[in-house]
């Protein structure tokens, strides 16, 4: 055969042209996958018909700037100021010294009950306060300090004899500086009792310095009860020193005063000093 017999020979350099054509029309196309949501699959695919590896390359990354509004930071209405009845004879919260007496003035509370607890005169107080002292009296015996009420409840009548025989004794102002007049003691709310233990100091200032006059101090909050006529506040509360005398005014009030560190119901409630009738 000839050599003008046989068949022309594709020529090379057409062949190479084509193939590198091809490969930017594949990239344009992967391009294009990407943008439109294509996946890493796709990538290695179209990689791979390029003459790439065929492990997929990492697919470029488009970012797009997001306006996100600014959120205000949530503003809490303010909580209610506790609403306290001091001025109702039968709240327990009631507000009782030598600038505000009883109204009315002999008024008594309906609910007494002798609580079941050593008790000298055998005096009873309101039921919710009984059976916190009861709470509270059971909790001393865990603690090893035991008490006994002294006194407890005390009518405008029997507040009268006493401090009429006192102002006998010495005075009015002999009787005025630790004991109230009729119709102005806490006594007569039911919500107040005198207490001692087991090391004596009965109504005596001593009494405070005593393992249970400590521990009465120190926990009788927890009960709603507190010490209400402390060391050096007797140009508030009008009375001396008596680490005996506690007064029922509900866990709430006593607790926040404990927390609080206020020494009286006269600061407490905002109200003014009474230290004279």
Not at 7 to 12: E, F, I, Q, Y
Not at 250 to 271: C, K, P, R, S, W
């Amino acid at each position: 055969m000839s050599k003008k017999d046989a068949a022309p020979r594709p020529p090379r350099t057409r062949t190479r042209t084509a193939k590198r054509r091809r490969v930017p029309a594949i990239a344009v196309a992967v391009s294009l996958v990407v943008v439109l949501g294509g996946g890493a699959a796709v990538w290695a695919i179209l990689t791979k018909q390029a003459g790439g590896s065929a492990t997929p390359a990492t697919p470029p990354v488009l970012v797009a700037e997001v306006s996100v509004p600014e959120i205000p930071p949530l503003e809490m209405p303010p909580m209610p100021e506790p609403d306290y009845d001091i001025d109702s004879p039968s709240s327990i919260t009631v507000v009782v010294n030598k600038q505000r007496p009883m109204n009315p003035i002999d008024w008594a509370p309906g609910d007494l009950v002798l609580p079941d607890i050593p008790n000298v005169w055998g005096q009873p107080i309101r039921a919710e306060a009984a059976d916190a002292l009861q709470q509270m009296y059971a909790a001393s015996i865990d603690a090893g300090v035991p008490f006994t009420i002294t006194s407890a409840y005390r009518d405008y009548w029997e507040q009268k004899s006493i401090y009429d025989g006192l102002v006998a004794e010495g005075g009015v102002e002999y009787a005025d500086r630790d004991t109230a007049r009729p119709g102005y003691s806490e006594h007569q709310t039911g919500l107040t009792v005198d207490l001692y233990g087991e090391e004596g100091c009965q109504l005596q200032e001593c009494f405070g310095e005593t393992p249970t006059g400590i521990w009465l101090r120190e926990n009788a909050y927890r009960f709603g009860y507190i010490l209400r006529y402390n060391d050096g506040e007797q140009a508030t509360v009008g009375y001396i020193y008596e680490p005996w005398h506690f007064r029922y005014v509900g866990v709430d009030v006593a607790t926040a005063m404990h927390e609080q560190g206020v020494l009286n119901l006269e600061d407490f409630f905002g109200l003014p000093p009474a230290p004279t009738n």
